[in-house]
T-cell receptor, first 109, second 115 residues
């Protein structure tokens, strides 16, 4: 069965420190992978997707098919990065969306 | 533009009562999703529509949940009768096309409390 695992429920880092939010997936096909973010009192919104190979707000994520991972990274965390982050997978063909349980990032001053 | 609109934002009902949630997607988005989000969990897909057709309802508990998307625009999700375990946030999302790489735009959600 398809699954997305985010092992950390909470990640606290100091401002200016590097950040890595982990995401591992289980899927035998060719996945589409995403990171969604929810800031306080805001809607869930797309942060980035692996197909675009883009950097958004300084965040990047690389799909590692060998390790079945799609970790989200930022070299220098900012206080405004504090939010809930969800990794999501879309299956090929059926386009079924599966979300992880989320990681709350707290950036401390 | 308002984005995806959901109503009501909050609903408190007693168990065994019916409840309905409404969603208006972004104009032109033919794909609509209903998700259930329990506390501390990620969204879980309940049903996905392509226009007015439900193309994936495998996770919808059909004994008590029903959904419709008449005319391929607005959608309604209903629970009848509600149970205590149905307390959660119900999210609606829409996208331009159902391809897996399409961005989903989420509504603010409806927080349901069943007493």
């Amino acid at each position: 069965a398809q699954r997305v695992t985010q092992p950390e429920k909470l990640l606290s880092v100091f401002k200016g420190a590097p950040v890595e939010l982990k995401c591992n997936y289980s899927y035998s096909g060719s996945p589409e992978l995403f990171w969604y973010v929810q800031y306080s009192r805001q809607r869930l919104q797309l942060l980035l997707r692996h197909i675009s190979r883009e950097s958004i707000k300084g965040f990047t994520a690389d799909l590692n098919k060998g390790e079945t991972s799609f970790h989200l990274k930022k070299p220098f965390a900012q206080e405004e990065d504090s939010a809930m982050y969800y990794c999501a997978l879309s299956t090929s063909g059926t386009y079924k969306y599966i979300f992880g349980t989320g990681t709350r990032l707290k950036v401390l001053a | 533009e308002a984005g995806v609109v959901q109503s009501p934002r909050y609903k408190i009902i007693e168990k065994k009562q019916p409840v309905a949630f409404w969603c208006n997607p972004i104009s032109g988005h033919n794909t609509l999703y209903w998700y259930l989000q329990n506390l501390g969990q990620g969204p879980e897909l309940l049903i996905r529509y392509e226009n007015e057709e439900a193309v994936d309802d495998s996770q919808l508990p059909k004994d008590r949940f029903s959904a419709e998307r008449l005319k391929g625009v607005d959608s309604t999700l209903k629970i009848q009768p509600a149970e205590l375990g149905d307390s959660a946030v119900y999210l609606c999302a829409s996208s331009l096309g159902g391809r897996g790489y399409n961005e989903q735009f989420f509504g603010p959600g409806t927080r349901l409390t069943v007493l």
